[in-house]
């Protein structure tokens, strides 16, 4: 893997451009015609949608002329992809305007998760809608910006757009300084997850539920059961189906006269691999071992290995101590993992990190529940890179695998190219001190 310094990040494409990656030349036989009758049938959809929403007085005048021409543009019959054949599209780049890197290669993955098909059940859900609320609106939006994608590179002007109307739901996101890519990915994902509740509950409903509790005598197991079907009953979506996974923590009082247990079966939507200090990892040789190069596979280990809480005071005997064993007790479609190189100045760790291409979390499951799975293992299909020493000088930039053609493809704002053959090797072998998210899919 490539590695570029971005200290001095501009605005300007052709800054980082021409050293990163070759600029796309096109020739005329690369310039496609995007006729088909799916696509013309996929169009006419979003139309049909973009006429209900319009009706349905969601958009703002300024907004409605927004969607109209982004209608138009990705309606266009030209196609300039150069990655394009007769067995699958992958998407243009999208233009930087203005330290909005963060932002390119969180959309760029969010398009491509799934080969697509994510992206594609989120648009199936919007058509299938039949009363709108606002943040319709920034679904269609995103919808939109991938069909503009597959014809041509979302330029300068169309990206302006975008960013406005994202803005005005991702209030945090305003303005032109650079973000990071974590909290943005989040922030999109809980947006869609909101529009697609399946549950239209009033605040005494869901304070209702939230307040009902297992039977303190209820096996660990069947806690975490109670609690997965709580958050189920009150907030569940497509985005939940992909990404919503589950912890189980059981702490025992280290009294032996005692050993009460509490159990802790919170969800979650990704998880945090935290970098350890030199004075931690001396704590963990046998999960850290003397090596130049750590494993993700040790990172995770780390999350989840036992610990000796001292100064937590246990419940029932009122004494100290209290032992914590963390496992999986549910696993999601897609595993998301964010990697925490940012310490508390915003500075940046730059570990050199091994990335399996193949990652198999069977060890991390609550050992009985291991055979109710199918698979536990996980194949890497898409990876944002933050290249630079601080978390706000820097940039972005999203690598995402096509499993059509088995190839790695690299998105940089508004260019995109293949990755040598030999990029999956790299991470597993070399490693890279650039990794920041990583997106794992599981085998079904």
């Known amino acids: 893997m490539q590695n570029q310094s971005y200290n001095n990040f501009t605005t300007s494409n052709q800054a980082y451009g021409q050293q990163f990656i070759q600029q796309r030349d096109y020739s005329k036989s690369e310039i496609i015609n995007q006729g088909s009758q799916g696509s013309q049938n996929t169009m006419n959809k979003a139309g049909s949608t ?23 543009v990705s309606e266009s019959p030209m196609n300039y992809s150069k990655f394009k054949n007769s067995s699958f599209t992958l998407g243009n780049g999208l233009a930087n305007i203005g330290q909005t890197c963060y932002m390119n290669s969180v959309l760029q993955c969010l398009f491509h ?11 199936e859900n919007l058509q299938n809608e039949e009363i709108f609320n606002p943040l319709h609106e920034l679904i269609f939006l995103l919808s939109l910006t991938k069909n503009i994608c597959e014809n041509q590179i979302a330029n300068y002007e169309q990206m302006c757009q975008v960013k406005d109307i994202v803005d005005t739901y991702a209030t945090n996101f305003r303005g032109t300084a650079q973000q990071c890519a974590h909290e943005f990915f989040c922030k999109i994902r809980e947006l869609i997850h909101d529009c697609l509740n399946k549950h239209h509950l009033t605040k005494s409903k869901i304070q209702k539920i939230s307040n009902q509790t ?12 109670d609690k997965w079907n709580q958050v189920n009953s009150i907030e569940s979506s497509l985005i939940s189906d992909y990404f919503r ?5 059981i702490m025992t009082c280290k009294n032996y006269l005692c050993k009460n247990q509490s159990v802790l079966c919170d969800v979650f939507d990704d998880i945090q691999l935290h970098i350890p200090t030199l004075e931690r990892r001396n704590s963990y040789f046998n999960i850290f071992p003397t090596s130049q190069d750590d494993k ?6 780390f999350e989840f290995k036992d610990e000796l809480l001292q100064e937590v005071v246990c419940d029932k005997c009122k004494c ?9 007790i549910r696993i999601p479609k897609i595993l998301v993992l964010q990697i925490v ?6 500075n940046k760790k730059q570990n050199k990190i091994q990335i399996p291409s193949k990652l198999n979390i069977s060890e991390f499951i609550y050992k009985s529940e291991v055979p109710r799975f199918k698979s536990t293992e996980y194949k890497l299909t898409g990876l944002i890179d933050h290249h630079g020493e601080t978390l706000f000088k820097g940039h972005y930039t999203a690598n995402i695998y096509n499993q059509q053609d088995r190839s790695w493809y690299l998105f940089n704002d508004d260019q995109v190219s293949k990755q040598d053959a030999n990029f999956s090797t790299k991470l597993e072998i070399i490693g890279s001190e650039s990794a920041y998210i990583l997106f794992y899919e599981l085998n079904q």
């Open 214 to 225: 297992s039977n303190p005598n209820s096996s660990p197991l069947q806690k975490a059961i």
């Open 245 to 249: 996974g589950q912890y189980l923590k």
């Open 50 to 72: 973009f006429k209900r929403l319009s009706q349905s007085n969601i958009f703002s005048p300024k907004n409605q002329q927004i969607f109209k021409s982004m209608v138009q």
């Open 320 to 328: 100290k101590g209290m032992e914590i064993k963390s496992s999986l």
């Open 296 to 301: 993700l596979e040790n990172y995770l280990r």
């Open 113 to 123: 998760l799934s080969g697509g098909k994510l992206m594609k059940q989120i648009e």
């Open 341 to 346: 190189r940012f310490d508390a100045q915003n």
